[in-house]
């Protein structure tokens, strides 16, 4: 257990709809990241944010928005989603040495 | 990009020791090398990392080499459960806020 934790383990909506991924990291950990990885694919790095500001951007889409709350959990925005957003999302939080994940979110777009 | 070149699959006999390459020929001075596992859809689940010096934990040793452009994960004694895809990434550390960049990793099947 990494003891960063996500919500929900799986999901299933339609195409066009809109869902919130929840992240709540280590106790203590200020920086909170979101990755995506899709079937057969690769670890995608997301974005970051720390102490609630941005602090990193990497491939996020238009149609995904995050944001980082004072108590430093975190929610990932999917809109207008579209079948290749199935994916599984990770968040991961990190203290000054090690970034530690948690096991995710499944997303299904049908 | 990721700044790391690992070999796409690996296998391993039940028991042995597993020893996992990477290649990091253009690492910098302040860049520590991370090793990170997925095993099947679960979340990477961290190992172990280093600058200069091996390492050694519960998990796993990590063994650098004196220029620092390779390392060597090794699993001493590898089991069916250690089958996973391995990640080396080079990450300056000590700040908290670098994000991983994962490359394609190294599959190893641990096999009976």
């Known amino acids: 257990d990494s003891g960063v934790t996500q919500t929900p383990k799986h999901l299933i909506t339609a195409t066009g709809q809109r869902v919130t991924l929840r992240c709540s990291p280590r106790s203590g950990d200020l920086s909170v990241y979101w990755y995506q990885q899709s079937l057969d694919q690769g670890l995608q790095f997301l974005i970051q944010?720390?102490?609630?500001?941005?602090?990193a951007k990497g491939n996020i889409l238009e149609r995904f928005s995050a944001q980082q709350f004072p108590d430093l959990h975190s929610e990932l925005n999917l809109s207008s989603l579209e079948l290749g957003d199935s994916a599984l999302y990770f968040c991961a939080s990190s203290d000054r040495n090690t970034i530690y994940f948690g096991e995710g979110s499944w997303l299904t777009v049908v | 990009d990721a700044k790391t070149t690992q070999p796409p699959s690996m296998d391993c006999a039940e028991g042995r020791a597993a020893n996992l390459p990477c290649n990091h020929s253009t690492i910098s001075g302040n860049e520590y090398v991370y090793w990170y596992r997925q095993i099947h859809s679960q979340g990477p689940q961290y190992i172990i990392h280093?600058?200069?010096n091996n390492e050694t934990n519960e998990m796993a040793s990590l063994i650098i080499t004196e220029d620092r452009k390779s390392s060597t994960l090794i699993l001493p004694h590898a089991t069916l459960r250690d089958t996973a895809v391995y990640y080396c990434i080079v990450r300056v550390a000590n700040s908290g806020n670098t994000p991983l960049v994962f490359g394609k990793g190294t599959r190893l099947s641990v096999i009976a």
């Open positions: 944010y720390y102490n609630g500001e941005e602090r």
């Open positions: 280093g600058l200069k």
